[in-house]
């Protein structure tokens, strides 16, 4: 069921790809751009998917695409404006290198988001938080727009020192929210998964 009404998605298309070497998000895992894996996972949530990103190669996707109020501020900057430019409470935001995540993954981080009075609420393990799988309510703009201002730009730090909520994944879900940054994880990736 769609509830596009009440949740925005945005995937951050921004940044500088320094370990990849090509712009991340269009990277092929199984003949397709990751970028493309993401969005068909987030479609059965919600329609309304915006890339923040002001790269032209991804225009081919047919989805608005905005680009950062502040220039260089990596995810920081980046989730300041989805959240300055959403006009829903609820919103997904995503990086656009977790090619292997799932609709389910994304379901139930949005369903528990909105059972939660936390501002973020986000997936992690025992080892790492994944922020950037997260759900982030309009209300913590501000909490973004005083980082950026005092050039706090560590998105993990950031998001455990204001009101969150944590999803513990489990042993199967880990290897659907790898994060792909460099060309022999992509290597990696694309021969354990042929
Ligand atoms: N809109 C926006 N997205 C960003 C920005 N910096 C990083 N991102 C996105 O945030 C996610 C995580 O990025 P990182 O892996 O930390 O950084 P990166 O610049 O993409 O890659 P490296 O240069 O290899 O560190 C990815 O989806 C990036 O596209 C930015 O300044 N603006």
Known sequence: MKNSANISAYVLCGGKSTRMQSEKGLVLYKGKPFIRWIVEAIMPITSNIILVTSNGDY??????????????????????????????????????????????????????????????????????????????????????SDAISAEKLKLCPLVNSISHHKIIINTEEKSLVQNINSKAELHALNLLDL
């Open 59 to 144: 225009t081919f996707m047919g989805l608005p695409m905005i680009e950062d109020t502040y220039a260089d501020k990596g995810p920081v900057g980046g989730i300041f404006t989805a959240l300055n430019h959403t006009d829903t409470e609820q919103n997904l935001i995503l990086s656009c290198d977790v090619p292997k995540i799932t609709t389910s993954l994304l379901a139930k981080l949005t369903t528990e988001s909105k059972q939660k009075d936390a501002l973020i609420t986000f997936l992690s393990d025992d080892k790492n938080d994944y922020p950037l799988i997260g759900v982030y309510k309009k209300k913590a703009l501000k909490t973004f």
